[in-house]
């Protein structure tokens, strides 16, 4: 039975795509488009659809850990719905469900930060596998994953998703994009109607998907004779997929309690508005569009009291490659930010030392934001230079996310004229690298440390507000 049936009024999901997510037969079921079409809840209501069965199992990933505490995340979404039917919270990120006769049902929320941490699964047996943003996760985690989507519980095993829109040159969740292209409008980059929730079935062959309209034609070409579309041998089966488009409009609850929620979207900068307010598979950054350099303002001055940061982005050989480069930017009590200085070099590690120590000490006051890297290694080399800066304020980001999801809070304040440029002889260089943004090799050193900058700044500045200053 659908769970859209077995659960209590209040929880039954919104007439049309949201219900058609949850009703659907795939094998594997992506949900995506446009932001606020109540994806999340849908997931969240499809994880629980067989929590009266001993031992059943359900895990759902999210990149990041904070993306499963954060507020409004999935675990405050899960507060809403798990209570009525049953569960409860544990302390661990999972839900029991004592009710259930023998073991209890069980829902838990992981992360999978790095490419590695999908080796800690193996051996694992997961009847639901949901990915909470699955443009967030590599090919290699989901398909890697999708080998632990099995079940001894008496549930056929299953897969659902939900994502927002990515171009399919995205180096980490393009793929979404070309697993489900059969489903998009390859020239408007939107979904198209008539296909929604329309099941296809796919099997690799030579690293290879190939796609048919039924299971019997791939098994007749590619299967074993003695293996049919009905037959309990799994091993020799396609996999069934669909695609569901999500639309705002689909999720009334969510447009009645923040009306303003739709001008929110389409106040985003303008390749995110077309992914989150249009749900547009062929949105990208483009050069010119990301950063509207026109509306730097040249200044000879600088106001009097200011919050200051620099933020670096390191490189390590000396007269080549990447650049190492130091931005300080400056904010006023107004929120209005000032690029004031720039150092950039390519400098070989002892030389870079020196010239990041010198800045340092030539800043005063100024906070100070080395790029913590996920690997080891990064991290020794951020620890190893803040305790050079000893004496200062200086702290390490790990870097996690794409440069153009690090660079959208800056650009939107740039293109919206809240940032100045203090008049010098590196002016030229730096709009022309932010007007070039992201295109191939043009250095984008600049980008990543203006960001990290601009990034503290804000942070403090919510803080100063939170405390009445």
């Known amino acids: 039975m659908a769970i859209s049936k077995q659960l209590p009024a209040s929880l039954r999901p919104h007439t049309g795509p949201q219900q058609q997510f949850i009703d659907t037969n795939a094998q594997i079921a992506i949900y995506g488009g446009q932001a606020g079409g109540g994806k ?23 990149r990041t850990s904070p993306q499963i505490t954060n507020e409004g995340g999935l675990w405050d979404e899960s507060m809403s719905i798990y209570p009525q039917l049953g569960g409860i919270p544990m302390h661990t990120l999972d839900w029991v469900f004592p009710k259930t006769s023998g073991i209890p049902a069980n829902i838990g929320f992981r992360h999978l930060q790095y490419e590695t941490d999908k080796l800690t699964w193996q051996g694992s047996q997961i009847a639901m596998l949901g990915f909470d943003e699955l443009t967030h996760f590599t090919e290699s985690q989901f398909f890697y994953l999708l080998s632990r989507n099995r ?25 979404v994009n070309r697993l489900i292209s059969w489903w998009i409008d390859q020239e408007t980059g939107l979904a198209i109607p008539s ?17 048919s309209d039924t ?30 488009p999500a639309r705002l409009s689909d999720n009334p609850t969510l447009t009645e309690k923040d009306p303003t929620y739709r001008a929110n979207l389409e106040a985003l900068p303008e390749v995110d508005r077309q992914r989150l307010a249009e749900g547009n598979w062929n949105a990208k950054v483009r050069s010119g569009l990301f950063f509207k350099v026109a509306q730097l303002k040249i200044v ?14 390191l490189a390590a050989t000396e007269g ?16 209005i930010y000032y690029i004031e200085d720039i150092r950039r070099g390519q400098w070989e590690c ?12 030539l800043d005063g006051s100024c906070k100070i934001r080395i790029p913590q890297d996920p690997a ?76 990290d900058a601009f990034k503290t700044l804000t942070n403090m500045r919510e803080l100063l507000i939170g405390i009445g200053k």
Request: net charge neutral.
């Open 376 to 451: 080891a290694a990064g991290k020794c080399e951020a620890e190893r230079l803040v305790r050079m800066l000893a004496g200062h304020d200086v702290k390490a980001l790990p870097i996690s996310q794409s440069k153009e999801i690090r660079a959208n809070v800056v650009s939107a304040q740039l293109n919206s004229g809240n940032v100045r440029l203090l008049a010098g002889d590196w002016n030229n260089g730096l709009i022309q690298r932010l007007d070039a943004f992201p295109t191939k090799g043009i250095p984008d050193d600049e980008v990543d440390a203006l960001a």
């Open 195 to 211: 296909r929604s929730g329309v099941v296809r079935y796919f099997i690799r062959r030579q690293g290879e998907l190939i796609w």
């Open 151 to 175: 079940s001894t519980c008496g549930v056929t095993p299953y897969v659902r998703a939900t994502t927002n829109p990515i171009s399919a040159d995205d180096p980490i969740g393009g793929w």
């Open 300 to 313: 000879h001055a600088l106001p009097a009291i200011l919050r200051c940061c620099r933020a670096w982005d």
């Open 215 to 244: 299971p019997d034609e791939l098994i007749a070409r590619y299967g074993r004779d003695d293996v049919t579309a009905n037959s309990k041998d799994q091993t020799a089966q396609p996999k069934s997929l669909t695609f569901i």
């Open 40 to 62: 999340t809840w849908a997931l969240l209501a499809e994880a629980a659809r067989y929590v009266h069965v001993p031992n059943y199992g359900a895990v759902i990933f999210r």
């Open 350 to 361: 002892s030389y870079r030392d020196l010239v990041i120590r010198q800045t340092a000490e």
């Open 320 to 335: 080549a490659g990447d650049w190492t480069v130091g931005v300080k930017l400056c904010a006023d009590s107004d929120g």
